[in-house]
T-cell receptor, first 115, second 112 residues
Framework: NAGVTQTPKFQVLKTGQSMTLQCAQDMNHNSMYWYRQDPGMGLRLIYY???????DKGEVPNGYNVSRLNKREFSLRLESAAPSQTSVYFC??????????????FGAGSRLTVL | SQQGEEDPQALSIQEGENATMNCSYK?????LQWYRQNSGRGLVHLILIRSNEREKHSGRLRVTLDTSKKSSSLLITASRAADTASYFCATEGPNSGYALNFGKGTSLLVTP
């Protein structure tokens, strides 16, 4: 029962480099989310996918792209990394529509540093 | 924009004492949830209270919701050192697209 798995756990990039954060869930959840967490800012929603085949912008989408590859996987891409994107990124999922389905299950996080 | 605001930002108590954290929000909600985050880890769901509920209990946790004041409180009774963590409230509104809006969190330190 892995739940939500994020890779990599740590990454250091130089300004302008690109990278993709991977997220996979094995709970057959419909909806998936990417949040970033910065000191003193709590969690802010970057993008989400309410169901397979759909994606929507959250509060802070600029500089990011996402792909809902299939029901299990939801990736977050930084095309040209900037120091302001230094953060801890969390992927989460939920089973929209089922009883008690409002609860998010989170991955362990990916710590990204952009130099 | 972020919906919830927790208060206080930081709380330090001794084992056995009760810890109370508050959350205020701005717009109408379907439900309000509390999550815990241990240092360096992901968030873990603690308890959910729906907009038509006023109080809910789960073990040593007690959550209240006052929709007229747009506020909630989380009470942890008989705190233990293992309760040391950050606690976040999160709200789901009728037009949130199934996303949760999180507050900035309360950092709780429980000393032996």
């Amino acid at each position: 029962n892995a739940g939500v798995t994020q890779t990599p756990k740590f990454q250091v990039l130089k300004t302008g480099q690109s990278m993709t954060l991977q997220c996979a869930q094995d709970m057959n959840h419909n909806s998936m989310y990417w949040y970033r967490q910065d000191p003193g800012m709590g969690l802010r929603l970057i993008y989400y996918s309410a169901s397979e085949g759909t994606t929507d912008k959250g509060e802070v989408p600029n500089g990011y792209n996402v792909s809902r590859l299939n029901k299990r996987e939801f990736s977050l891409r930084l095309e040209s990394a900037a120091p302001s994107q230094t953060s801890v990124y969390f992927c989460a999922s939920r089973d929209r529509g089922a009883p008690g389905a409002n609860v998010l299950t989170f991955g362990a996080g990916s710590r990204l540093t952009v130099l | 924009s972020q919906q919830g605001e927790e208060d206080p930002q930081a709380l330090s108590i001794q084992e056995g004492e009760n810890a109370t954290m508050n959350c205020s929000y701005k717009t109408s909600i379907n439900n309000l949830q509390w999550y815990r985050q241990n240092s360096g880890r992901g968030l873990v769901h603690l308890i959910l209270i729906r907009s038509n509920e006023r109080e809910k209990h789960s073990g040593r946790l007690r959550v209240t919701l006052d929709t007229s004041k747009k506020s909630s409180s989380l009470l942890i009774t008989a705190s233990r050192a293992a309760d040391t963590a950050s606690y976040f409230c999160a709200t789901e509104g009728p037009n949130s697209g199934y996303a949760l809006n999180f507050g900035k969190g309360t950092s709780l330190l429980v000393t032996p």
